[in-house]
């Protein structure tokens, strides 16, 4: 290839003339950078940039006040058995449910609480997972025995995870504000004599689940 500069003067004589001067590209060495050609050099500039960028994503993701609360192993063992979901991060929430709850508790995270659910004293867990796919989630309670977490769903949702919060509520008596009951373990009311796994719509419903002798009772205590 030949490139042609722009038209210098070249004088023959004495009478000057314009021409065009030529030079072979082939020929003329490359913009060199700290020993190598510039375009290298700015090839390797932009890998190292995209590694930083990779690397700087998993503190973020440890950092996730949702993640703190959920140790590797019972998050690996979620995953697992639910392989269509993940856990929550504070981010699945709606900003202004994420700002209400930490002005309210000190808590940005709607998606995890913790409690002793079985009554054996020990802290379980409440579980608000995110649908890999879609805006569905899952609601698992994972309970601690020794090393090991029985994982129990609670409830599917095929939409609306953005608005879904769990808690935990204390000891004592629930009842129902509907008309009537008639899901699967759905009762009037119950008296859980340990804490109770709550979760539902922020600013709209709310359902207790309490745990005892190997099975769940829930009711609806909001609407």
């Known amino acids: 290839m030949r490139v042609y500069a722009s038209d210098p003067v070249i004088r023959h004589g004495s009478a000057p003339r314009r021409g065009r001067l030529r030079y072979d590209a082939a020929k003329v060495k490359p913009p060199m950078a700290g020993g190598q050609p510039l375009n290298k050099a700015l090839g390797s500039m932009r890998k190292l940039i995209a590694l930083l960028i990779s690397m700087a994503a998993f503190p973020v993701m440890a950092a996730d006040a949702c993640q703190k609360q959920i140790p590797s192993e019972l998050g690996a063992q979620i995953e697992k058995a639910y392989p269509q979901f993940r856990t929550p991060l504070v981010t699945d929430n709606l900003d202004e449910d994420v700002a209400y709850s930490k002005k309210a508790t000190g808590n940005a995270c709607l998606g995890v609480a913790s409690a002793d ?64 009951v008639s899901d699967p373990g759905e009762v009037d009311q119950f008296n859980c004599p340990h804490s109770v796994a709550i979760f539902g719509a922020t600013e709209s419903t709310g359902v207790a689940y309490c745990y005892g002798a190997g099975k769940w009772q829930h009711t609806w205590f909001s609407d």
């Open 117 to 180: 659910f079985d009554g054996d004293g020990v802290a379980d867990r409440v579980i608000g997972l995110t649908a890999l796919t879609g805006p569905g989630a899952l609601v698992v309670v994972a309970l601690s025995h020794a090393n090991s977490w029985q994982l129990h769903m609670l409830q599917e949702w095929p939409s609306g995870r953005s608005r879904l919060y769990v808690d935990s509520g204390p000891a004592g008596t629930y009842g129902t504000v509907l008309e009537t």
